[in-house]
């Protein structure tokens, strides 16, 4: 009896340290989504007139877009990876105690 409580408790720790683990890649994907939101404008094109009959690029504003994000993705990436990894691993852990303790995810809830 009380070995299945341990191992109810135990379980109950590493799902909560992998729910932890997911939050903050969640957090991490706000505040590069916030960060985005915030220099749109600044990628906006300047509302100046046509030069020489040539009217604004429409693709140059997404092409502003992608290279802002592509910098602030690569600036956290590490930290992205990593925690990744340590996702992967609380997985991987998760699912060989249930497998060696016989415990189902229906059984947890």
Same mark, same amino acid.
Request: hydrophobic content about 35%; glycine content about 2%.
């Given at each position: =009896?009380?070995? *299945?409580?341990?191992?109810?408790?135990?379980?109950? #720790? =590493?799902?909560? +340290?992998?729910?932890?683990?997911? #939050?903050?890649?969640?957090?991490? /994907?706000?505040?590069?989504?916030? #960060? =985005?939101? $915030?220099?749109?404008?600044?990628?906006?094109?300047?509302?100046? @007139?046509?030069?020489?009959?040539?009217?604004?690029?429409?693709? +140059? %504003?997404?092409?502003?877009?992608?290279?802002?994000? @592509? $910098?602030?993705?690569?600036?956290?990436?590490?930290?992205? /990876? +990593?925690?990744?990894?340590?996702? +992967? #691993?609380? /997985?991987?852990?998760? @699912? @060989? %105690?249930?497998?060696?303790?016989?415990?189902?995810? *229906?059984?947890?809830?």
């Amino acid at each position: =009896m009380t070995t *299945s409580l341990d191992r109810r408790a135990q379980l109950a #720790r =590493m799902e909560e +340290a992998r729910r932890q683990t997911q #939050r903050q890649l969640d957090m991490i /994907d706000r505040q590069i989504t916030r #960060r =985005m939101t $915030a220099l749109i404008p600044q990628l906006q094109p300047r509302r100046t @007139a046509y030069r020489r009959g040539k009217p604004p690029d429409p693709g +140059a %504003f997404l092409e502003r877009y992608r290279a802002n994000l @592509a $910098a602030l993705s690569a600036e956290r990436q590490p930290e992205i /990876d +990593a925690l990744a990894r340590k996702l +992967a #691993r609380q /997985d991987r852990a998760i @699912a @060989a %105690f249930r497998e060696r303790h016989g415990s189902s995810p *229906s059984q947890a809830a």
